[in-house]
């Protein structure tokens, strides 16, 4: 009988991401964590590409394993399906993995789970897979938006709302670049950087991996390109009262001129939000606890706002492998949002509204619902990214420009 010990500490490290996020609602990067916490580089890297692949594909793999292995995943006990899914990510879209490898330490998480009498099953369904997952899978059609949702493994509804607001080639590609690890960039604070230089973004650096001694003492900032822009398109100055609502990280707050107020009505965020402000040495920010939509009275008279509220995400799924199957648009929630900064900013001021997401139910609706005057001038300083079908936006694409996902608006109160 194989022993526990024959199963790679990087399987097993995925194995329990996989059931925590779908047996316990985890998110995958809290659960990984502190599932990977010991594993050395490498295998600190195989878990992460597994878990989060497995979790980002789960939709495609569950067909597989209904079509290939006859059996209903939900019917299926827990650990059975978590060692099914791990196993067939391997076997349909990892390359260099053995097949032995990915079928047998799959069977041996089961085994080790305690299922003695699943063992053969697992073992069945995983040799079955191994023939006939990577064919069944190229063999799915793409000419619907539920076609397509199934196959590169997207809710229906995302994949519909891209549909929609860029068409069928554009959104497919779109899915596609989603699937794939995103650009690993950083804000340069100050000093030098090893890396390639951004030459739209001023500031913006690409780099194979974050300098955690340079992080640490607030020489750079993990923050992708598109967010950058977000914090450049603000147009901050010295000398005057900037309101950043909805603030923590604080990726975007620690990029701007002035006395900048930085807003975030979750205290946990809040105190995360300080730490940032302290690391890169922005003592020009002031950190509030509060409700962007019911401020404190003294929080008025702003030159400018910057309004980057909670949305679905859509544009930065490849950040978070679950997000796609915990999204939610928010529309209501963020026209509230923008008023409440709009009506804080003094007639003449501007307010930059952002989403990390490519939906126009949450971006054009909601400016156009909002009332506020456009300053199509945005478009003209960033050509290169401006909306495909609202040319006095910005929009970027993942499958574009290479970066998260934002839409970017900049309005005025009249």
Request: with cysteine; charged share 25%.
């Amino acid at each position: 009988m194989a022993s526990r010990a024959q199963i790679s500490p990087a399987r097993r490290a995925a194995y329990q991401v996989l059931r925590r996020v779908f047996e316990d609602d985890a998110y995958a990067d809290h659960a990984f964590r502190s599932a990977a916490a010991g594993l050395d580089e490498r295998d600190r890297a195989l878990a992460q590409r597994l878990a989060y692949g497995a979790v980002q594909r789960v939709r495609t793999l569950d067909h597989a394993i209904e079509k290939l292995g006859r059996r209903r995943v939900h019917r299926l006990d827990p650990p059975v399906r978590a060692a099914l899914r791990l196993g067939a990510y391997q076997l349909a879209f990892v390359d260099g993995v053995p097949r032995y490898a990915a079928v047998n330490e799959s069977v041996e998480l089961v085994r080790a789970a305690g299922l003695l009498r699943a063992v053969a099953f697992t073992n069945a369904v995983l040799r079955r897979l191994a023939g006939g997952i990577r064919e069944s899978l190229d063999g799915l059609a793409e000419f619907t938006a539920r076609e397509a949702a199934l196959k590169h493994s997207y809710p229906d509804w995302v994949a519909e709302t891209w549909w929609r607001d860029l068409g069928a080639s554009a959104a497919v590609e779109l899915m596609h670049a989603q699937n794939e690890p995103a650009e690993v960039a950083v804000r340069l604070v100050r000093g030098k950087i090893a890396g390639r230089q951004d030459h739209d973004i001023p500031g913006a650096w690409l780099v194979d991996r974050i300098d955690e001694t340079a992080l640490a003492e607030g020489r750079i900032w993990p923050q992708s390109r598109a967010s950058q822009l977000v914090g450049l398109a603000v147009g901050a100055e010295a000398g005057e009262r900037i309101l950043d609502l909805c603030a923590a990280p604080g990726g975007k707050a620690t990029m701007l001129a002035g006395e900048v107020v930085a807003v975030d009505v979750n205290e946990a965020r809040a105190r995360e939000l300080e730490v940032t402000v302290r690391r890169l040495g922005s003592s020009n920010v002031q950190v509030v606890v509060a409700d962007g939509r019911a401020l404190p009275s003294e929080l008025d008279g702003f030159d400018r706002a910057l309004v980057d509220v909670p949305c679905s995400g859509l544009g930065v799924l490849n950040r978070r492998p679950d997000l796609r199957w915990r999204a939610e648009p928010l529309p209501e929630l963020q026209l509230e949002l923008l008023r409440a900064a709009a009506a804080r900013v003094k007639p003449g001021g501007t307010i930059v509204y952002s989403v990390c997401t490519i939906n126009a139910d949450e971006s054009e609706a909601v400016v156009d619902a909002s009332g506020l005057e456009i300053d199509p001038t945005l478009a003209d300083e960033w050509p290169q990214f401006r909306h495909p079908s609202r040319p006095e936006f910005l929009q970027t694409l993942p499958h574009v420009h290479g970066t998260a996902g934002f839409f970017v608006a900049r309005l005025f109160r009249r």
